[in-house]
């Protein structure tokens, strides 16, 4: 069974910062692309930022310049460094992976972690 589980949000004052950190667990033999997506209330899920194997980073034009994400191939884990945290940021956040593992390549979710950004 693949797991994905996520850890480190919380509430934070509007200029704050926060780091999420995920970790994938499994007999999992490669992970190709990670990333952090997240969702508002009222909103539709969104890409916040990716990143491949080979280092390859994508990222939301909302969160250019604040957000760094970054991973460790050998302990099977990516972050979310997220910098000058607004309001517009609150929403539960989620990590994905694309993994093959002994059950075939597929698509992993983790169960989400809240980030509220407010005074």
């Known amino acids: 069974q693949v797991q994905l589980v996520e850890s480190g949000g919380g509430l934070v004052q509007p200029g704050g910062s926060l780091r999420l950190s995920c970790a994938a667990s499994g007999t999992i033999f490669n992970i190709f692309v990670m990333g952090w997506y997240r969702q508002a209330p009222g909103k539709q899920r969104e890409l916040v930022a990716t990143?491949?194997?080979?280092?390859?980073?994508n990222y939301a034009d909302s969160v250019k310049g604040r957000f760094t994400i970054s991973r460790d191939n050998a302990l099977k884990t990516v972050d979310l460094q997220m910098n000058g945290l607004e309001p517009e940021d609150t929403a539960v956040y989620y990590c994905n992976a694309d993994i093959r593992s002994y059950f075939g390549r597929r698509n992993y979710w983790g169960q989400g972690t809240q980030v509220t950004v407010s005074s």
């Open positions: 990143i491949t194997s080979g280092g390859t980073t």
